[in-house]
């Protein structure tokens, strides 16, 4: 069996020199060359106990490949490999005994990287011819590895692959490989993966699509030809992006985000204030005036914008003012109602003051308001005694929301007697409603 190793090593040789000879524009030839084992066959005697060992691992064995790549990612490759296999249950009188191991096989490999990385792992399927000694069997094959460089053109290779017989009586088994791997092609300066004699820029990195010239922003146009090589952009805009689609690049586009004539440079014909004078021309193109002037307007249409205008914020001012002396209003007729008084009483009670004191918050949160406080009585009693005690109960509040920190000149006060009922004197649930205080704003 030793000769016809050797014969095999010589022909695995051949055609791996003719492999290094080769060259191809863009797919490297390889070739790797290391030891294999092989992992758990499973022949089995007649009596079902496993004939060979698990592993089997022979010093002098190899596994010698070459392949190209055909398309894309995908490599087809030629492997010859040489190992033994020894017997499981040795004769008391023999040492182990060991079978040759030879193997032809056709793979075909995906990568599932460009190889241009360091670490490029595949898988690979495809078919051989297996003899153990003198019987042999076709195989099919698939399994995973993976190359692992070292450069450009050198590396290592480990490699797993299950490899089932056609036959009952060929070996089922799993072979695995380690060892060096080399690539092979033209010379290729930038290593692009464009040899140079076919890289328009040999000595700068570029992309298939760009003949090996770079192109920064991958929009297809060369950066030496790309009048904007970070942006992309279409190669009718020498490689410059036309967000508005307008004909201009934003480059030279006065208004990039605008469709505009090339001739305006790419704006649109404008008149934004309206006044017959295109913004490109109008000297004052947010404010409408006379052509004669370059569409500025004149001092009195200046002033008469400054009067319509000082108009405008002062209807506004008055709207805003009415809106918190409503809500202030709204905030005093409700708390104003816990004010209670006796009859015949102008002074506070407990429940009075705490009422005040809300008042007055309200009050000090509008500092340039200014309040008039009402009093009023009920109708029992006399006119004159009841505008008197109106005027001590309005009084009361007055001097009370004072002491809080009420503006003196911000607060005034008045008593109006019975004048002014707002329910019904002859009830006592309407006279305990008259017999109150009022709060208004007088500014």
Request: charged share 20%; glycine share 10%.
């Amino acid at each position: 069996m030793k000769p016809f190793g050797f014969f095999l090593i010589a022909i695995a040789l051949v055609i791996s020199s003719q492999y290094l000879h080769s060259q191809t524009i863009n797919s490297p030839w390889t070739t790797s060359f290391g030891p294999n084992a092989i992992n758990n066959p499973v022949r089995d005697q007649e009596a079902g106990l496993g004939r060979f060992k698990t592993w089997n691992l022979n010093a002098a064995g190899f596994r010698l490949s070459a392949g190209r790549l055909i398309k894309d990612r995908i490599t087809f490759e030629a492997v010859a490999s040489l190992n033994s296999i020894e017997e499981n249950y040795p004769t008391e009188d023999s040492k182990n005994i060991e079978f040759p191991y030879v193997a032809l096989d056709g793979m075909f490999k995906y990568q599932f990287t460009d190889g241009l990385g360091s670490i490029d792992p595949y898988t690979t399927i495809g078919a051989g011819y297996t003899w153990l000694d003198t019987i042999g069997a076709g195989t099919i094959n698939g399994g995973i590895g993976t190359n692992i460089w070292i450069g450009n053109s050198f590396g290592f290779n480990i490699q797993s692959v299950y490899k089932h017989a056609f036959e009952d009586y060929g070996l089922q088994h799993w072979q695995h490989s380690a060892g060096i791997i080399f690539r092979f092609g033209g010379k290729d300066t930038d290593n692009d993966g464009l040899n140079d004699d076919k890289d328009a820029c040999p000595e700068l990195f570029g992309t298939f699509e760009t003949n090996g010239c770079p192109d920064t922003d991958k929009d297809g146009v060369i950066d030496s030809q790309d009048l904007c090589p970070n942006n992309f952009g279409p190669t009718a805009m020498r490689g410059c992006p036309d967000n508005d689609g307008d004909g201009t690049p934003d480059k030279y586009d006065k208004c990039p985000k605008v469709k505009g004539e090339i001739k305006d440079d790419g704006c649109p014909v404008f008149d934004t204030d309206k006044d017959g004078v295109i913004d490109r021309k109008d000297k004052c193109p947010q404010q409408p005036g006379s052509p004669q002037n370059a569409g500025c307007p004149t001092k009195q249409q200046i002033q008469q914008e400054a009067q319509q205008k000082n108009i405008a914020q002062n209807q506004q001012q008055v709207e805003r003012n009415n809106a918190i002396k409503l809500k202030v209003t709204n905030e005093l007729n409700t708390l104003v109602n816990a004010v209670l008084f006796s009859n015949g009483n102008a002074l506070l009670t407990n429940s009075d003051m705490a009422a005040l004191d809300n008042i007055a918050k309200v009050m000090l949160a509008q500092p340039n308001m200014k309040f008039h406080i009402a009093g009023h009585t009920d109708t029992i009693g006399s006119s004159e005694t009841n505008m008197l005690l109106s005027q001590k109960r309005a009084k009361e509040a007055r001097n009370y929301l004072i002491s809080k920190g009420i503006n003196i000149n911000n607060l005034t006060s008045q008593g109006y007697g019975e004048e002014k009922p707002i329910a019904d004197n002859s009830t006592e649930d309407g006279r305990l409603k008259n017999r109150r205080i009022e709060i208004f704003i007088v500014n």
